[in-house]
């Protein structure tokens, strides 16, 4: 069974930084892409970055500059650095993988920007 499991996500001032991680079950190597999404209240789910098996980065304009996305092959796991976090930034943040067998699909994190 193929998951991908989030963690990092908590309640940060605006300004400040957080970094996500996404650990997949199996190597990661099986993912042609990967990538995070997020899901502002009351909105509906959004691309945030996608990073493929080449190392090949998207990222949506909203966080151009300030989040970064990258891939530790070697512990199985993606990464998302948010820097200068803003109260738009809050959302609950998803992990995204795309292999042969289908699309799947983190239980998401909440980050929680705020003073």
């Known amino acids: 069974q193929v998951q991908l499991v989030e963690s990092g996500g908590g309640l940060v001032q605006p300004g400040k930084s957080l970094r996500l991680s996404c650990a997949t079950s199996g190597s990661i190597f099986n993912f042609y892409v990967m990538g995070w999404y997020r899901q502002p209240p009351g909105k509906p789910r959004e691309l945030v970055a996608t990073?493929?098996?080449?190392?090949?980065?998207v990222y949506a304009d909203f966080v151009k500059g300030r989040f970064t996305i990258s891939r530790v092959n070697a512990e199985n796991t993606v990464l998302l650095q948010m820097n200068n976090l803003t109260p738009n930034d809050t959302a609950v943040y998803y992990c995204?993988?795309?292999?042969?067998?289908?699309?799947?699909w983190g239980q998401g994190t909440q980050v929680t920007v705020s003073s």
């Open positions: 995204n993988g795309k292999r042969n067998t289908g699309i799947y």
């Open positions: 990073i493929t098996s080449r190392g090949i980065t």
